[in-house]
């Protein structure tokens, strides 16, 4: 599949505005519960960066769509298409982040700020579902069509958006214990994230595809081979489906994707919140510059995560182009017309 | 219920793209506006069309099968682009089970296209939004049009008659005999979607051709030398369907 940018940007942004919030909310209530209530800046800040996060994320899938001004049908169909289910999905969420913050700055009670940001936290659940199951609803894409997408989008919003939060916490000196749980969960939702993003990539290494060309043409032999794909150039279907950019450096991608979103972080966390758990209450080295990184690290990571997502799709009906996997078998006439060659004959 | 639906005849195809060609004349001019190419003349045209004409080599040489694929919407009857569509843009007509979309409510998000397992929805880049073969929805209920012209284009402009348009599901229509008396199949039988369009399978062809008429070139490129070939003899037998 071509990378849709757009859509990157949103799932990559969004995910991590609502992995953001569930954790600032998980911060908020363990502040209530232990006696030692979180900052109102971090409440804020945090309210606000997920917002502006979010609506980056909306606003970037906007370009994806030609007629957005249309966006407002999209309500129609939530009970049978994913996709409208996270257009509604997403103005709820938003909605809830804001009036979290807005009960936050008006120093409203803490049970009725904390039922807002639950209500936040199950729409934020629900959207990564929605937005997970518009990849896994769609069978003909077998990379795609597995419960790991929803949990991956799932794991990765709130390992990303966790680190936002710890950086929070940071900057802003939080309280002790808050500090200490959300750091401990960071770190188990990071690695947590890390196995099953390789599990998920092990899976797709031996991947069955039912569908044949056998299948898709209806012809029972064993080589068929397209010789004319009927059209002199690349049309919607072959740009679309067939998307052959960065062949050689998807490796190198996958390896650094790896390593920003999962190695880097997990080693930053190790070194930077260690002094936490001697006891050593200390605003962090640098004010949570280390913090901010492992954040950054991590929404780049998944940018590329997102990226190799998208391009490692292959589509069922790449099969009519000569083969799931390597459509790229060289029309032999086609490659001798564009060098000038003589035409073979036949 | 009735669905209309294409039949089109794999050992009948000559591969000659009138249907096609056809298909993207009738659509550039009937009743749904125009289907704009982007640099038509150029050298990299690109453009939205119904229908398309694929060649497949089937075999290795000298043994091969030429088997030209045409290919347009199956118009299926559980069509996976219609469930997914957030504007409900896509639909399915229930009276005569077309598959169409709705221009004014397309958001251009191409979820549709993604859902489809043959590749036959078309993102029109001028317009923004998502296009397909309407089975000449424009042209089978035209009253202005001559009644045995009542058909899609491609059907008219088949100079084999390799394609038969009708309902399926009834079994007195010519295409439902198309399918019962010439075997017909669907493509991707297990892909769920259920297609209506059907294609009579492909017969093996064969010629008789000595080894003299055959230079193989080292490192195993293979080349026809083009002379005339004296056909011994043609043996029509079944080439097997696939699913």
Redesign the interface.
Known sequence: ?SPEYSIILLTVFAGAGQGLFACLVAGDALGFITGAPMDINIMLTGAAVSLGMTIAGVGSSFL?????E??I??I??WK?????LE?ILLPVFMGFVALYGILAYYGADTSLRLIAGGLGVVSAMALYLASGM?YA?????KEWSTPYTPINFTMIGLASGGALQVGLLRFFNGPHITSIVMIAGLFAVTFTAMVIKLAYYLRNRRLYQ??TI????????P???????????????TK??DYKGYQNSRGTIRIASIALLFILPLALMTFDYMPLFNGDSAVAVGGGVLALITAVSMIAGALMERWLFFVDGS????L?YGGSKDFAAPNPILQASKKGAPL??? | MKQLALVIDLYKCVGCHACAVNCKSWNSTGQFGPLKDHDPYGKEPTGVWFNRVQTYEVGSFPDTQVINFPKSCMHCADAPCVSVCPTNASFKREEDGIVLVNYDDCIGCKYCSWACPYGCREFDEFEGVMKKCTLCVDRIYNTDLPEDERQPACVLSCPTRARVFGDINDPQSEASKAISKGMGYKLMPDSGANPSNHYLPHRKVSVKVDDDEITVKKQGAIKAVRRKVDVEEVVIEDFGIGG
């Open positions: 599949m994806h769509l030609t007629h957005p249309r966006g049908k999209t129609k169909q049978k298409s994913w996709l409208s257009a518009i609803a769609v069978p003909y894409i039912p569908l056998q299948s898709a043409l209806g012809i029972n032999h080589d068929i081979v397209l010789m004319d794909m009927g059209t002199g150039y690349m049309h919607y279907n679309e489906y589509h069922a009906q790449n009519y073979p004959p036949g």
